[in-house]
Every structure is written in structure tokens, then in C-alpha cells.
């Protein structure tokens, strides 16, 4: 495991993102920490992959959403 993915697996997306995006998407809370899963999946396979790879429309959103709360992470 490289240090980007042993950091990466040990992270969480911050409730307060989560929290933020359900109602902006129109998503309930459970739906968006579901989505949160997701998108963490999607960057540790982004740290382990050698090729580009491009998220999903629903985890790309959720993804936009969680780089504007830098402070929270």
C-alpha cells in the first residue's frame, strides 16, 4: 500500500460535508453518507490505479462538493 492510499483508508468525508450536499442534491442524509462511501472508494482506487479514471456523475458531484470544505479535512 503506498502512503497516499494507507492515509486515504483512514479517512472519512467530515459529516458536515455530507450534511451540506443531501439537502443541496436533494438527497436524504443516508443517501449522501452512501454516496460519501462511494467517493472514498473512488479516490483510494484513483491513488492505486496507474491509468485516469472518471468518477460517476453522482460521485463527481459529491466530489465537487467535498473539495470546497478543505477546512474540514
Known amino acids: ?11 472519512t468525508i467530515p459529516v458536515s460535508v455530507i450534511s451540506d450536499y443531501a439537502p443541496s442534491d436533494g ?4 443517501e449522501a453518507e452512501q454516496l460519501a462511501v ?10 492505486e490505479s496507474k491509468s485516469p479514471l ?3 456523475p ?6 465537487h462538493d467535498f473539495i470546497l470544505h ?4
Open 1 to 11: 500500500m503506498n502512503p497516499l492510499t494507507e492515509t486515504l483508508s483512514k479517512t
Open 27 to 30: 438527497l436524504s442524509f443516508d
Open 38 to 47: 462511494e467517493l472514498e472508494k473512488f479516490l483510494l482506487l484513483c491513488a
Open 54 to 56: 472518471v468518477p460517476s
Open 58 to 63: 453522482a460521485v463527481d458531484a459529491m466530489w
Open 70 to 73: 478543505t477546512r474540514e479535512y
